[in-house]
């Protein structure tokens, strides 16, 4: 079980008044199902064509969590809220002739984005794999979001000449 524990030091009103905030990253449990699915409210919220279904996240939340053999989700807390998380998926890649990992989702507060929390939780996937003995990790990204290629650059990844295609199945 992954587990990272931080300090972040937060200015309070003025610069005598500082204090500082626990923070950590750690592997979800089913005890996180119920946080992670307000999580998922309030970053996608309001954006209209994404349509939650909380029962369907809920359910969704606890296959994954219930089989690390077939991924595993990190979250990073402040103060015992989720700020961030990352859903890693395992398989076995034939042409690499080994465990490959992809990057699913990745998701910061909208209040806390640009604070470094993503590249804690990227970095952390990234160990979590090499310990569990992967030898890639791959990602999508949308292809308009340079932003998001431009961070994952930033980390080491590289594009490659891939066309992903995709069909609804219910």
């Not at 991924?71 to 042409?95: C, K, P, Q, T, Y």
């Not at 590249?119 to 003995?133: D, N």
């Not at 949308?142 to 650059?153: G, I, L």
Request: proline fraction near 2%; charge should be positive.
């Amino acid at each position: 079980q992954l587990r990272h524990q931080v300090c972040s030091q937060v200015q309070l009103g003025n610069e005598n008044e500082t204090r500082f905030r626990p923070m950590s990253i750690s592997e979800a449990t089913s005890d996180d199902i119920l946080d992670l699915a307000d999580f998922f409210d309030i970053v996608f919220g309001g954006k209209v064509e994404i349509k939650l279904n909380n029962t369907l996240q809920i359910e969704g939340l606890r296959r994954a969590i219930s089989s690390p053999e077939a991924g595993r989700i990190l979250i990073w807390r402040e103060d015992g809220h989720v700020r961030g998380m990352i859903n890693l998926l395992f398989r076995i890649s034939m042409a690499g002739n080994g465990k490959a990992a992809i990057v699913e989702d990745m998701f910061v507060h909208p209040d806390f984005r640009g604070k470094g929390i993503g590249s804690q939780l990227l970095t952390s996937a990234i160990e979590l794999c090499r310990a569990l003995g992967y030898f890639r990790i791959s990602l999508l990204t949308d292809t308009k979001n340079s932003a998001a290629q431009r961070f994952y650059e930033r980390h080491g990844f590289r594009t490659v000449e891939v066309t992903m295609m995709r069909r609804r199945l219910r």
